[in-house]
C-alpha cells in the first residue's frame, strides 16, 4: 500500500521556468490538499480539493494551478516559477476533511 | 481570519513532561488536531480532539481544550528522545472544509 507519493523528492528550477509536481494516493480518498512548509511559519494551504472535478483555493494560491481529474491524483503546477515558490512542498490525502490525514514526504524545490 | 498560532521552540529535560501550546480564531472550530514531523518526513497524525471534548488522553499524550479562550495544549508525559520533533496544531475549519496548521513548534529534549 503506497499511500500518497509525490514526485519528484527534489527539483531545481530557473525563474520562469514551468514544472508540474506529481501526487498519487491509492486510497480512494475523496480530500486532497497541497501544502508548502517555510521555515518559521508552518505549513500553509495553497489548493485543496473535497473530490474529482472540484478544486478550491486556500491561504497562499497566488502563481500555483492545480486540477483534479481523477479520484487518485492531485497535480500542482507552478506556470512561472519565482524565487518566493522556493519551499518543501507537501501533499496530503484523507478520506473525509475532518479524518486523518496522509502526508507524502514532501518535493523539496528550490527556485533560483 | 484564519489562524492557528504556536510558539516555536521548546526545549525540556528527558524524562520531564513537554507542553505545547496552540491558540486559534476559528469560532466554529469542530475538530482540533495535532501532527508530528520528524526530519525529513512528512507529517504524522498524533492525535485529535472534538469540540465538544475538553480532554483527551492517549497513553504518554494529553490534549486540552479551551474553548472560551481558543487554546488547545499537548502534554507528552515522561518526554523521551523519541520524541524529538516538530510538532503542529491544526483546525478543521468546516465551513470550507479545510485544514489550517500553525507554525510548528520545534521540540528538543536536552539529557
Known amino acids: 500500500n503506497a499511500g500518497v507519493t509525490q514526485t519528484p523528492k527534489f527539483q531545481v528550477l530557473k525563474t520562469g521556468q514551468s514544472m508540474t509536481l506529481q501526487c498519487a494516493q491509492d486510497?480512494?480518498?475523496?480530500?486532497m490538499s497541497w501544502y508548502r512548509q517555510d521555515p518559521g511559519m508552518g505549513l500553509r494551504l495553497i489548493h485543496y480539493s473535497v473530490g474529482a472535478g472540484i478544486t478550491d483555493q486556500g491561504e497562499v494560491p497566488n502563481g500555483y494551478n492545480v486540477s483534479r481529474s481523477t479520484t487518485e491524483d492531485f497535480p500542482l503546477r507552478l506556470l512561472s516559477a519565482a524565487p518566493s515558490q522556493t519551499s518543501v512542498y507537501f501533499c496530503a490525502s484523507s478520506e473525509k476533511p475532518n479524518t486523518e490525514a496522509f502526508f507524502g514526504q514532501g518535493t523539496r524545490l528550490t527556485v533560483v | 481570519g484564519e489562524d492557528v498560532e504556536q510558539s516555536l521552540f521548546l526545549s525540556v529535560r528527558e524524562g520531564d513532561s513537554s507542553v505545547i501550546n496552540c491558540t486559534y480564531t476559528d469560532s466554529s472550530s469542530t475538530y482540533l488536531y495535532w501532527y508530528k514531523q520528524e526530519p525529513g518526513a512528512g507529517l504524522q497524525l498524533l492525535t485529535y480532539?472534538?469540540?465538544?471534548?475538553d480532554m483527551k488522553q492517549d497513553q504518554r499524550l494529553t490534549v486540552l481544550l479551551n474553548k472560551k479562550d481558543k487554546h488547545l495544549s499537548l502534554r507528552i508525559a515522561d518526554t523521551q528522545t523519541g520524541d524529538s520533533a516538530i510538532y503542529f496544531c491544526?483546525?478543521?475549519?468546516?465551513?470550507?472544509?479545510?485544514?489550517?496548521f500553525g507554525s510548528g513548534t520545534r521540540l528538543s529534549i536536552r539529557p
Open positions: 491544526a483546525d478543521l475549519y468546516s465551513s470550507a472544509s479545510k485544514i489550517i
Open positions: 486510497m480512494n480518498h475523496e480530500y
Open positions: 480532539i472534538f469540540s465538544n471534548m
